[in-house]
């Protein structure tokens, strides 16, 4: 069972370059969302969407695209990379709009040098 | 903003030991759940529990909800060196967000 899986597992980027963080979920969920979690901060949601066709910003939005084009895959687009992007990101998935338990992906270490 | 607040932050217990941890929020909210994080890795759900809910149980693990104070609390009973990692309280409020605390260390020393 693979689950939420994100790709890759570390990157590093220079400044001013651009990626995307790729998250897919095999679970036929309808809401996925995107997290970068800093030390002493918690969780912060970047964007979600709540199914294909559908995004919405979250907390901490600021210098980050998403975009579902179909229910498996939530990609996260990094436009123009900042040190202050410098984090570990996570990917949820749940199949109702948290009524019940959210699952996560491994993480991407991203460090921005 | 930060919905939930775990409180301690850091919490080093011997093996066998119970461990508590609690949670506040702001807000009112539907649920409020609590993750596992065990370093380098992703979260896990533990256990959700209900606005209307008071108690809930799931193995070793109780949690209870005080909405009138805005609070939750986790016990992990005869804990384990396995129990050891980081644990966040989420919250569900009226947007469908799930806000996370920033989470409790816990160390369980064999």
């Known amino acids: 069972n693979a689950g939420v899986t994100q790709t890759p597992k570390f990157q590093v980027l220079k400044t001013g370059q651009s990626m995307t963080l790729q998250c897919a979920q095999d679970m036929n969920h309808e809401y996925m969302s995107w997290y970068r979690q800093d030390p002493g901060m918690g969780l912060r949601l970047i964007h979600y969407s709540v199914g294909a066709g559908i995004t919405d910003q979250g907390e901490v939005p600021n210098g980050y695209n998403v975009s579902r084009s179909t229910t498996e895959d939530f990609p996260l687009r990094l436009l123009s990379a900042a040190p202050s992007q410098t984090s570990v990101y996570f990917c949820?998935?749940?199949?109702?709009?948290?009524?019940?338990?959210?699952?996560f992906g491994q993480g991407t270490r991203l460090t921005v040098v | 903003s930060q919905q939930g607040e775990e409180d301690p932050q850091a919490l080093s217990i011997q093996e066998g030991e119970n461990a508590t941890m609690n949670c506040s929020y702001k807000t009112s909210i539907n649920n409020l759940q609590w993750y596992r994080q065990n370093s380098g890795r992703g979260l896990v759900h533990l256990i959700l529990?209900?606005?209307?809910?008071r108690e809930k149980h799931s193995g070793r693990l109780r949690v209870t909800l005080d909405t009138s104070k805005k609070s939750s609390s986790l016990l992990i009973t005869a804990s384990r060196a396995a129990d050891t990692a980081s644990y966040f309280c989420a919250t569900l409020g009226g947007n469908n967000r799930l806000a996370f605390g920033k989470g409790n260390q816990v160390v369980v020393i064999p």
């Open positions: 529990i209900r606005s209307n809910e």
């Open positions: 949820a998935s749940s199949s109702g709009t948290g009524v019940t338990e959210a699952f």
